[in-house]
């Protein structure tokens, strides 16, 4: 088994979206080993979105993450770090597939925000950082 850190950004728990995305997930079989709401503090989200400081999306990213809660969750399954993010859909809600998170419940970009639901770790070594950062 593998684990993942989820986050559930600042627009899915405003939204009320929590419970349908947490649904999914339970649905897909994959285990919440730890889930907490969060208000991180800006070091925290620098730390998290170090490998995208300096792109142009960067700032307007990281104050999209301070406008409010988010919910962390530790998440244990088979493969679940690909899983997830096969869940989720890819990055643009736009473009995103009908039948993952993003394709059917995000909403388009807006000028300055990247409102796109929920994070997904990208591989082991990502898993390990960001969980350590979080929990
Ligand atoms: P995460 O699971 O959140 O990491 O998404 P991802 O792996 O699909 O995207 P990535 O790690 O490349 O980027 C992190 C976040 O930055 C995304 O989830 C978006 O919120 C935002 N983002 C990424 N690329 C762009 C972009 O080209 N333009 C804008 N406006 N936002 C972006
Ligand atoms: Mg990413």
Do not use: C
């Amino acid at each position: 088994t593998e684990e993942t850190l989820v986050l559930i950004k600042p627009d899915g728990v405003a939204r009320g979206l929590t419970g349908a995305i947490l649904a999914r997930i339970e649905a897909k079989g994959y285990s919440l080993v730890d889930i907490k709401l969060v208000e991180p503090e800006r070091d925290l989200l620098e730390q998290h979105y170090a490998e995208h400081a300096g792109k142009p999306f960067y700032e307007p990213l990281l104050e999209f993450m301070l406008s409010g809660p988010s919910v962390a969750i530790r998440l244990a399954g088979n493969r679940v770090i690909e899983g997830f993010r096969s869940l989720a859909g890819t990055t643009d809600p736009t473009t995103a597939a009908p039948g993952t998170i993003r394709g059917d419940l995000g909403r388009d970009w807006g000028l300055k925000v990247q409102q796109n639901l929920v994070h997904g770790s990208d591989s082991p070594e990502s898993a390990a950082r960001e969980l350590a950062i979080w929990f």
